[in-house]
């Protein structure tokens, strides 16, 4: 057996002979060199090019948020009947900037809280329900304040189709209205607290009594309401007659949901109801304003605190978003990388835009 | 004998010869060089379309800005047919038709400088705690590193297209860093 298999081993070499020793580890030596740089050129590169496309998505996504908010805030303000004179527009936008505190920020776990980032509300008239005049009983004038029932007309038949009571069922409890004198001097703003109804031929509209915090959350009349006799031009009103206005108001709101301190989301929450995630992994949302001052070079954005209480709303002719988003941290494919902004892993990418509502800019001009 | 075998195998049945070998790595690593090629440019054009995307938010940001000013404002007054030029720097008294604007993200924060018309600029710093602050003063502030420079001009063309309005043509232009294609912008807007 042993002589059998050493006598075939030199024939069967014979027959399958290739390579020799030498040109193996010759040419596995090349091939190793020349594979080995390329991997190394391949590895150096596969960091680079999955920041490079992280970050093209980054853009994508910080961009079709700031389209989405200059199609929003360019039509602030809209819907304003033409029937009203209303001397300096009321309702359009109003910015709750938040104060800035090293406490909103984890530097070390690299997560955002919600007092990191400002609120922008962007209010407009909603174009599906005609305006409408208060009626109160008597034929008086009513005073919003004291009273939480608001009597309102069902709006001539030229205007509004349906009837009184399809009209009542337009409003709902949890909607925003704007009251405005005919001349435009004064308003206020309340909650309705029911869904309207029909009163006689009257539609009956109950609210929470105006001029109090928690009837405008969007901060329309705050500032009139807090500065009491400061507010020279005395644009909140509480008393309102027949020739005046009940408007409801619809509205886009933006901010920053930070509920997942890791993954802060951009929302677009609407009057209807419907809140959409406009853009995740946004580390920085901040909105400036300008206030007419009289001249427009003299027109200057600051991120004053613009808390609801602290300026006219009335007066804000342009704004100035700016954004902040990174890529998903921990994702760069190197994980030494620290971005030069608040040093996560992760890249981050601004984007500030310029944007002048046409309703309240152009006006002035 | 077995000598004659050996050489008669070989002929039959060889494998392949080193120069063979080496003609298919050669073959081999040409190929692993184009896709790494493929990617570093891949890594250009990337960055290209993002100081592109940049370059239009700034031209918007300006024609923005331009539209805002009353009709018989002097920044967008037109004597004879235009006002300004896209093709080089020009200035009016005491007015200029270009300006620079300028982003970094260094040192813990993301700051914005604009340069206006009167030659002022306004820096708009925003830091990770929610702090933005906004400040204009008259002389140009330090170069920062990792700045990217944008340099915008833009011209006031009066009765284009029709008669009675004005055309504002913003061209922008990235001067910083040097990448294979240049990053440049143009944008117009019709106004009265």
Request: glycine share 8%.
């Amino acid at each position: 057996m042993k002589n059998f298999s050493t006598g075939r081993l030199p024939q069967s070499r014979r027959l399958e002979s290739g390579f020799t020793l030498l040109e193996l580890m010759v040419s596995t030596a090349v091939f190793l060199v020349i594979g080995a740089a390329a991997f190394s050129l391949f590895s150096s590169h596969a960091p680079l090019f999955t920041r490079q496309q992280n970050i093209s998505g980054l853009n994508i996504n910080l961009r079709n948020a700031v389209t989405q908010m200059e199609l929003d805030v360019v039509n602030a303000g809209n819907g304003y009947y033409p029937g009203a004179d209303i001397a300096s527009w009321p309702v359009g936008l109003t910015v709750n900037n938040q104060q800035p505190s090293t406490t909103c920020y984890n530097a070390t776990a690299h997560t955002y809280s919600s007092t990191c980032f400002d609120t922008m509300n962007i209010i407009g008239v909603d174009g599906s329900i005609p305006p409408t005049h208060p009626n109160p009983p008597g034929n008086s004038c009513g005073a919003t304040d004291t009273s939480s029932i608001l009597f309102v007309d069902p709006p001539p038949s030229t205007e509004y189709s349906g009837s009184p009571s399809q009209f009542a069922s337009l409003f709902h409890s949890g909607d925003q209205l704007l009251i405005i004198k005919s001349d435009g001097s004064q308003m206020a703003t309340t909650t309705l607290t029911q869904d309207g109804s029909l009163s006689g031929a009257k539609v009956r509209l109950q609210h929470n009594p105006t001029g109090a915090s928690t009837t405008d959350p969007l901060g329309i009349t705050t500032f009139f309401a807090n500065s009491g006799s400061a507010d020279t031009q005395n644009k909140l009103g509480n008393t309102f007659c027949q020739s005046d206005w009940v408007l409801k108001l619809s509205y886009t709101t933006y901010y920053v949901d930070a509920t997942d301190p890791t993954n802060p989301k951009l929302m677009r929450q609407q009057s209807t109801g419907t809140t959409d995630v406009v853009a995740e992994q946004i580390i920085g949302f901040k909105v400036g304003a300008s206030l007419w001052s009289g001249t427009v070079s003299g027109d200057t954005f600051t991120f004053q605190n613009y808390n609801y209480n602290s300026y006219d709303p009335s007066q804000v002719r342009s704004l100035i978003v700016s954004l902040i988003g990174r890529t998903t941290p921990n994702r760069t494919g190197d994980l030494t990388y620290k971005n030069s902004f608040d040093n996560g892993n992760y890249q981050i990418q601004s984007l500030s835009v310029v944007i002048n509502p046409r309703n309240l800019s152009m006006n002035d001009h | 004998m077995a000598a004659s075998q050996f050489n008669k195998t070989r002929k039959s049945q060889r494998g392949f010869t080193l120069l063979e070998t080496l003609g298919a790595i050669a073959i081999l690593s040409i190929g692993l060089l184009a896709m790494a090629g493929l990617m570093s440019k891949t890594t250009v054009s990337s960055s290209q379309s993002r100081y592109m995307s940049a370059a239009s938010i700034l031209a918007t940001q300006k024609l923005e800005e331009l539209n805002r000013y009353p009709i018989s404002d002097p920044v967008i007054a037109v004597s004879g047919s235009s006002a300004g030029s896209i093709t080089g720097d020009v200035s009016s008294g005491s007015l200029n038709y270009f300006d620079n604007v300028q982003i970094s993200a260094v040192g813990g924060t993301i700051t914005e400088t604009t340069e206006d018309d009167q030659g002022n600029y306004t820096t708009i710093t925003q830091s990770p705690d929610g702090t933005i602050t906004s400040a204009t003063s008259t002389t140009a502030p330090a170069p920062l590193a990792e700045t990217l420079r944008y340099h915008r001009r833009w011209v006031i063309e009066k009765d284009v297209p029709v008669t009675g309005v004005r055309r504002i043509t913003v061209f922008v232009q990235l001067t910083n860093p040097p990448i294979v294609n240049s990053v440049t912008f143009q944008i117009s807007m019709v106004r009265p």
